[in-house]
């Protein structure tokens, strides 16, 4: 999904493996699986906590299927944070192969 030049997006397969990802997604979602070492802060959250989001680095943001996230990545952006949205989400992520977990003894999957 391309949300135009506002929103610089990029694919889940190319998220470099070391980048700061932002999982914006509910906590029910982000139980069910998520990437490994990213991080979690809810949309709904985000105002309260952006300042635990670095500024001296790419932000890669990523929700269930890019929706949120890119509307996260235009705020990050205009507040001055350098934000990309990964575009498709974590159903991009897992169609990608990428790496997931859970929180529970049960197999991830994208909620």
Given at each position: ?111
């Amino acid at each position: 999904m391309n949300f135009g030049e506002d929103v610089p997006a990029v694919d889940a397969a190319d998220i470099p493996g070391d980048a700061y990802l932002l999982d914006v997604r509910e906590q029910d979602e982000w139980d069910a699986g998520h990437a490994p070492h990213a991080v979690h802060i809810s949309m709904a959250e985000l105002s309260d906590r952006a300042g635990e989001v670095p500024r001296d680095q790419d932000v890669y943001v990523i929700c269930r299927s890019g929706i949120r996230s890119a509307q996260v990545t235009v705020a990050l952006n205009q507040a001055g944070w350098l934000a990309r949205n990964v575009d498709g989400g974590m159903k991009r992520w897992a169609e990608a192969g990428r790496p997931m977990e859970s929180v529970s003894d049960n197999p991830p999957y994208v909620a």
